[in-house]
């Protein structure tokens, strides 16, 4: 039996703002992707290009999540793994063998191994990177419209100084992270 492999990341696990995204894709043997690698070593313009081909070409792919409520509940941690769990379910084509970046798995109720560096070492793995950072990155945009001077739209929620003087200023918006330090620390200010 041919092995039916997922690559499983995720994106934003650090910012102060936004949900935690994560992707799985399983690609198809016979229908390559030229130029995948971890999404942070891509241009953005590249970035986007691979998301439409993989979109396209990938036999199956899925995004999870956990919001800012489930992150702030279960810490950053735990909503990782719960988003990768749902983002490994909505797979159409059920894997064999799911392989996810960094060093720990969530149980999948099938085998899995954790590849530290696998989205540059592994296709599947660098296209679950690459499809969850454009999802991601497209979302902080939208809401830096929602929530206009946080400047979402330039650091998609991480901790900039651009953001932390936005933060002191405008105060804590729906979409931050109430479980995060400089988050946790202005409510504390209040």
């Avoid at 198809?28 to 979109?55: A, H, W």
């Avoid at 592994?122 to 419209?145: G, W």
Wanted: proline fraction near 5%; charge should be negative.
């Amino acid at each position: 039996m041919t092995e039916i492999v997922a690559g499983v990341d995720e994106v934003g696990r650090g910012p102060l703002a936004g949900a935690v995204v994560t992707a799985a894709v399983i690609l198809n043997p016979d229908n390559p992707i030229e130029g995948l690698n971890d999404s942070k070593k891509l241009t953005e313009k590249r970035r986007v290009l691979l998301d439409i081909e993989i979109r396209e070409k990938a036999l199956a792919w899925f995004i999870g999540r956990a919001e800012v409520d489930e992150i702030d509940d279960i810490n950053i941690l735990q909503a990782t793994m719960v988003a990768m769990q749902r983002a490994v379910a909505g797979l159409k084509i059920k894997p064999t063998l799911v392989l996810v970046d960094g060093n720990r798995t969530p149980d999948f109720s099938i085998p899995a191994e954790a590849i530290i560096k696998g989205d540059g070492k592994i296709a599947e793995i660098s296209a679950a990177s690459i499809i969850a950072k454009v999802c991601r990155d497209n979302e902080m945009c939208e809401m830096n419209d929602v929530y206009p001077g946080y400047g979402f739209s330039s650091h998609k929620g991480y901790g900039t100084k651009q953001h932390l003087i936005a933060l002191e200023t405008l105060g804590v918006c729906p979409i931050h992270r109430r479980s995060f330090a400089p988050v946790r620390n202005r409510l504390n200010l209040l």
